[in-house]
C-alpha cells in the first residue's frame, strides 16, 4: 500500500460534512419517491422515473446501460485508469460476461459502455452520439465492424469521440472479426473528402481544419468504418448512391469523428494508443493533424476562425504578442493559463478571469487567469512615451492615454498541456528561472574559494532560490554575468533579437553621437530624436518619454541607461567593427530572447 493511499484511508471527512451530504442525499430520494408515486397513476407514457440515480461513476454507467456492470468498474478503474478499464469492460461484455444474445448485441453494448467509462457518464454521447454498431461486409466476402454516428457524439469531446474508435477496433479483434477495407464497392474515400469540404461550405467548421491528404490517409487506414446518419438536409453532389453509405446527406457525426477526433487529435490520440499498446494505428503518426505549416500560417487563414465581433489578441510569430513562458501558479494548471493582471484593464476588459481562448499550441483552448509575477506589457501612450505597466492602478491611471501596447508580456503555460496533447514543446523564453539554474550550475562547477571572496555566500543563494523575488541589481547582474559566463539578468535584457542590423547599426550610431551625455549622467539621458530611433527603442522595450516637443528622446530608466553605456563603451573598443558591438549585445544573453509568440484568439465565454 502507497503512502498516498494511506493518507487517503487516514483522512477523517468531518462530520458536517458527512451531515450535508446525509442531508442532500435524502432530499433526493424523497423527490424521487413522490414522482414515483405519480408515474403509479398511469397518466404518463411511463411508469418509472427515466432519471434513475447514479450514486457514483460504476454505478452512474449501469444504469444509463441497464447492465450490472457496477461492482466489476469499482474494481476495475482504481486500477488501470479511464480508457483500459473502458478496453477491459468492453472486452468482457463482448466476451458475452453480461448477457447479449447476437454478437452485433454485444459488440454495440461493448462500444457504448466503453465510451460511457471514459466520458464518465456525464453525456449524452454513448446513448444519442453512436446510432449504431453493425457487422458489414467488404468485397472480398469478410466482414468487418462499422460504427455509425450521429450529430450528438459532438458532446464527447473530439478525443473521446475518436477513442469510440479505438475501442471498436480492440472489440473487433476479440471477435474475430477482420478489417474495414474502404473502396471495396465505390469510391468512399473520396465521398468524405467531398462531404467534409461541403459541410464546412453549407453547414459549419469544425474546430480543426484538415487537409484532403490527412482524410484519404486516415479513411483507407482505419480497421473500422466510420459511418453514420444524415445530420443536415445538404446533399453530396458528386458522390451519391453508394453501395455501403446509406444517404446522399452529410453525415455531421461521422465526420466530426473523424475531423475534430482521429486527424484533428491525432498526436494525442497517438499517444493514448501506445499507453494501451493497441496494434495497428501506427499511421496516426503520418498525419499533419492540426498543426499548421509554415504556408498555412498567414493572416488569411487564421481569419477564418475567427467568429464575428471576438477579439485578436495576437498572431503567431509577429512580434509584441504573448510571450511563452513555461510554469505555474496557484492558479493555473491544467488547460488554464496565466496572463499579467494588468492585460484586462489595457484592453478594456476584452478578456477577464475565466475567459476562454483559442490557441495554437498546446491544445485547442484555454482559460484566462492572472498572475503578478510574470512579464508586464510595454506599452506606448498618446504623447509618444514607453512605459512597463507593472501594477493595476497603474494601469488604470494611463489605459484611456494607450495608443498601442508593444509587448503584451508573458503568457505562463504549463508543460502538462503540452504533455497531455501530446504537443512537441516550443522554444522558451529565456526567464529568471533559467537563468537562477545557470547560475546554480556555475556555482557548483566552480571552486567555492574562487568567488566567495567576490560575492556575498547568501546572496548567491538567493539569487538562485529566489530569482524573481530577491533581483539583482543592475551592475551586480553585469558582474555575476561576466564572472560567471552566463547571460545577463533577464528582468535587464532588451528585446534585441527584434532588431535588424541596420537597426541596430542606427542605434549604435546615435548613442555614439550622444556618447558623452549618456556616460556623464546615472539617472537620465537624452538622445536627438529621429523616426528611426524611436522605433527602435520601442522595438527594444527601452523606457523613454519625449521632451522639448519631441526633439529629444529621454531614457527613464536608469538601469537601461547603463547598459546603454556598457554598449557604448563596447562600441568604443571595437571602434567601428559594428558586427562585433552586435555579437557583444547578443553575448548578454545568449539565449534568444525575443519570445516565441503563440496566436491567441480571445472567445467571451465566462
Known sequence: MTNHTKDNQDTQIPSYYIKYHQKISKYIE???????????????????VESPIGYDLPDRIAKIHEIDISSRLRILLPELGKELTALKIAE?????????????????????????????????APLQGIYDVKIKTNANKSEYLSVSFAGPIRSAGGTEAAVTMLIADHVR??????????????????RYVEELRIYEREVGSFQFKVSDKDVIHCVSSLPV???????????????????????????????????????????????IV??????????????????????????????????????????????????????????????????????????????????????????????????????????????????????????????????????????????????????????????????????????ASKDPDSYFKIFDRERLTELVQHPLEKKPSII??????????????????????????????????????????????????SLLCDSELKETLEKLGIIHSLSLEGSRITIDDPDQLYILRELIVKCIDYGSKIINSWNQALSWTLIQTLPRHIFYMSSPNY
Open 92 to 124: 468482457e461484455i463482448v466476451l458475452g460476461k453480461y448477457g447479449g444474445i447476437t454478437i452485433e448485441e454485444r459488440l454495440n453494448n461493448a462500444v457504448r459502455v466503453g465510451l460511457s467509462v471514459v466520458t464518465e457518464g456525464v453525456t449524452v
Open 476 to 525: 551586480e547582474a553585469f558582474k555575476i554575468s561576466q564572472f560567471f559566463e552566463i547571460p545577463l539578468y533577464p528582468g535587464y535584457v532588451f528585446y534585441w533579437t527584434a532588431l535588424t542590423p541596420d537597426e541596430f547599426n542606427h542605434l549604435i550610431t546615435k548613442l555614439m553621437e550622444s556618447g558623452e551625455s549618456i556616460k556623464n549622467t546615472n539617472e537620465r539621458a
Open 30 to 48: 424523497d423527490a424521487v419517491s413522490v414522482a414515483q408515486e405519480a408515474k403509479k397513476k398511469g397518466l404518463d407514457i411511463s411508469d418509472k
Open 225 to 271: 468504418e466510420i459511418d453514420g446518419v444524415d445530420t443536415d438536409p445538404v446533399e453530396v453532389v458528386g458522390h451519391r448512391n453508394l453501395q455501403r453509405v446509406s444517404t446522399n446527406r452529410v453525415r455531421g457525426g461521422a465526420l466530426r469523428v473523424m475531423n475534430d477526433g482521429l486527424i484533428g487529435r491525432s498526436r494525442k490520440l497517438l499517444k
Open 173 to 190: 479483434r476479440i471477435v474475430g472479426l477482420d478489417k474495414y477495407i474502404a473502396n471495396s464497392f465505390d469510391d468512399e474515400i473520396s
Open 274 to 443: 501506445e499507453t494501451l499498446k493497441l496494434e495497428g494505428w501506427e499511421w496516426l503518426k503520418t498525419l499533419e493533424g492540426a498543426i499548421q505549416t509554415a504556408e498555412d500560417d498567414t493572416v488569411s487563414h487564421r481569419m477564418t476562425e475567427v467568429i464575428t465581433g471576438r477579439p485578436v489578441l495576437s498572431m503567431q510569430k509577429k512580434i509584441g504578442g504573448f510571450r511563452l513562458r513555461y510554469g505555474r501558479c496557484c492558479n493555473t494548471g491544467f488547460a488554464t493559463i496565466g496572463i499579467h493582471p494588468t492585460i484586462p484593464i489595457l484592453l478594456n476588459y476584452a478578456i477577464a478571469v475565466g475567459t476562454q481562448i483559442k490557441i495554437d499550441a498546446p491544445g485547442k483552448a484555454s482559460t484566462i487567469a492572472l498572475v503578478d509575477s510574470i512579464e508586464p506589457p510595454i506599452v506606448k501612450l498618446n504623447d509618444g512615451s514607453v512605459m512597463k505597466i507593472e501594477t493595476l492602478n497603474q494601469a488604470k491611471t494611463i489605459a484611456s492615454k494607450v495608443t498601442k501596447i508593444l509587448y503584451l508580456g508573458d503568457i505562463l503555460v504549463s508543460y502538462g498541456d503540452f504533455l497531455e496533447n501530446n504537443t512537441q514543446l516550443l522554444p522558451s523564453s529565456y526567464v529568471e528561472e533559467i537563468w537562477a539554474l545557470e547560475l546554480e550550475g556555475k556555482l
